[in-house]
């Protein structure tokens, strides 16, 4: 007998592509950017907070620490099923599952009275609202745009780096003057509002299509979904392959130290004698500096080839954790090294998935970053509490620095025998 397929009715677009309406949705995936990843930028004051409250006392800072990192891994080691959900139930209900669970996560910190509170609310809840809310919204300049892609994606993203800066602002005044119970509750409040908003106004160009399933008599229905869904979750040919295998290994362990400044610059700021305020400053010039370097890198990708550009950012990453950090002892050295550190290390997020596109067919790109960017969240999980376990044993930050140095050097010696896969030449664009 014949395999049934099911089927979703598919609805063509009202609106062609660079529409002007699309302007209006880049701008509520703005708004969206600056909530989620402003609060990511801002975790290193909550950080510094719970380490330094009475009612956490006695918690190891690599526990605290942990939180950020759970979070900040669960966002992106869930994007790859998030993905798939957007083509079951479309953007605008995957969007809301997350306006729900993101601020909640929030809200219910507020009232922890113990560590693993957190870890179940700020960490977890949050970290999957999170990750519903940035995958739901990074398919909007593609779906929405074709001439005007790159301005589109930019000018979204652009709420990320303006949502740090006004978070670590406002942030600190708010756990300075409120303390860290009350700093939740308006950021819970305030990312609801926000985030109803732009759940309430997005809307797709195109309508969710999700994929044909065939069905045979043996396998049934249910039996038959399964399958798909989890073919459509990963593409297993991709695993075959050592280049891409190559560039898994190497996000796990470059991702290893790369949070790791963003989330301890404010409390080794507060360890060398520097104030609150100055430790605020100088995380939101990292911030910036971030931002400044995805856009010029990614320029310079163009130029100079993006496998190329990524060697020299992340060697450079390297020379400053082993180098710079270590010898900034004053607010002007700690400012040069968040600089320079912020702009070169853009090249992780920016320039990987030029790369990682790089290796495969176009049609298979969108597999590919999925699955290199979603492996990454092992690292991301595991850097912070070693370099926050460090500091307890030895209480110095040396240590530390030494191993998010050792780590960038080592995922940049991976970089090494891929590109000597792909070309022999050492001057050549790649």
């Not at 759970?70 to 995957?94: A, D, E, M, N, P």
């Not at 910190?109 to 995958?135: D, K, N, P, Y």
Request: charged fraction near 10%; include cysteine; aromatic fraction near 12%.
């Amino acid at each position: 007998m014949e395999d049934r397929v099911i089927k979703s009715d598919i609805l063509s677009s009202t609106y062609p592509p660079d529409h002007p309406r699309g302007w209006f949705m880049i701008a509520l995936a703005f708004m969206a950017y600056f909530i989620v990843d402003g609060y990511s930028y801002a975790w290193g004051l909550y950080q510094r907070a719970y380490v330094e409250s009475p009612e956490y006392a006695g918690v190891p800072t690599s526990t605290i620490a942990l939180i950020g990192s759970v979070c900040l891994s669960t966002i992106f080691g869930l994007g790859l099923f998030v993905g798939t959900l957007i083509r079951y139930c479309g953007i605008q209900k995957t969007l809301l599952a997350g306006t729900i669970c993101f601020p909640l996560g929030l809200l219910l910190a507020s009232f922890a009275t113990a560590i693993w509170h957190l870890f179940l609310t700020q960490a977890l809840l949050s970290g999957i609202g999170g990750s519903l809310i940035v995958f739901s919204i990074s398919h909007l300049p593609s779906q929405w745009f074709n001439s005007r892609r790159g301005i589109a994606s930019g000018l979204a993203y652009a709420g990320s780096c303006i949502g740090s800066v006004v978070q670590l602002e406002v942030t600190e005044v708010m756990l300075e003057n409120l303390g860290i119970r009350w700093s939740l509750r308006i950021m819970a409040t305030a990312s609801f509002v926000i985030l109803l908003t732009v759940t309430i106004f997005i809307r797709e160009r195109l309508p969710p299509s999700p994929p044909d399933i065939p069905l045979s008599e043996k396998t049934g229905k249910v039996r038959g979904r399964v399958q798909v869904i989890l073919s459509q979750i990963i593409d297993y040919s991709l695993l075959s392959r050592p280049r891409i295998i190559l560039l898994m290994v190497m996000c796990v362990v470059y991702a290893l130290s790369y949070m790791a400044p963003f989330f301890f610059l404010p409390s080794y700021a507060s360890y060398i004698g520097l104030s609150n305020s100055m430790g605020t400053n100088i995380t939101t010039a990292l911030a910036l500096s971030d931002a400044a370097g995805r856009i010029v890198l990614g320029l310079a990708a163009d130029r100079f080839g993006a496998l190329n550009l990524l060697i020299i950012a992340c060697f450079i990453v390297t020379l400053t954790d082993l180098i710079l950090w270590p010898l900034a002892t004053s607010a002007g050295m700690l400012l040069g090294f968040a600089i320079i550190f912020g702009f070169f290390q853009s090249a992780f997020v920016s320039i990987l998935p030029i790369v990682t596109a790089s290796l495969v067919d176009p049609a298979e790109a969108s597999s590919a970053i999925g699955l290199v960017l979603g492996i990454g969240f092992v690292g991301d999980l595991a850097g912070s509490p070693i370099f926050g376990a460090l500091f307890d044993i030895t209480h110095t930050y040396l240590p530390s620095q030494i191993f998010a140095g050792s780590v960038s050097a080592l995922g940049t010696l991976l970089l090494l025998p891929l590109r000597f896969i792909l070309t022999k030449s050492f001057f050549k664009k790649i």
